[in-house]
Nanobody, 117 residues
Framework: QVQLVESGGGLVQPGGSLRLSCAASGIRFSIYIMGWYRQVPGKQRELVAQ???????NYQTSLKGRFTISRDNNKNTVYLQMNNLKPEDTAVYYCNAEAPVVAGNYWGQGTQVVVSS
């Protein structure tokens, strides 16, 4: 059974930092493109960042420089370091695992991030 379990969300003040983690099980983690998406009520889910199996990274342009995605294939975990957080970063953050070669596409349950003073 495939599981993606996010953690690390919470309440943070503007300018603060959070590190999200997503632990994967039930998949061959190393072949998957891992991504972070976010969604606010009434809006479409949007890409935050992706990291390929080869380590290439892709970011939403407006977030580049504040957010950093990384992965640890030994721990089957992907991370999202978020710095200088802004109220507009408030959203539910979702982990995604995608591997077209095996027709795999999985989502975590989401973790809430609230940026507020």
């Amino acid at each position: 059974q495939v599981q993606l379990v996010e953690s690390g969300g919470g309440l943070v003040q503007p300018g603060g930092s959070l590190r999200l983690s997503c632990a994967a099980s039930g998949i061959r983690f190393s072949i998957y493109i891992m991504g972070w998406y976010r969604q606010v009520p009434g809006k479409q889910r949007e890409l935050v960042a992706q990291i390929t199996d080869g380590g290439s990274k892709n970011y939403q342009t407006s977030l580049k420089g504040r957010f950093t995605i990384s992965r640890d294939n030994n721990k089957n975990t992907v991370y999202l370091q978020m710095n200088n957080l802004k109220p507009e970063d408030t959203a539910v953050y979702y982990c995604n695992a995608e591997a077209p070669v095996v027709a795999g596409n999985y989502w975590g349950q989401g973790t809430q991030v609230v940026v507020s003073s």
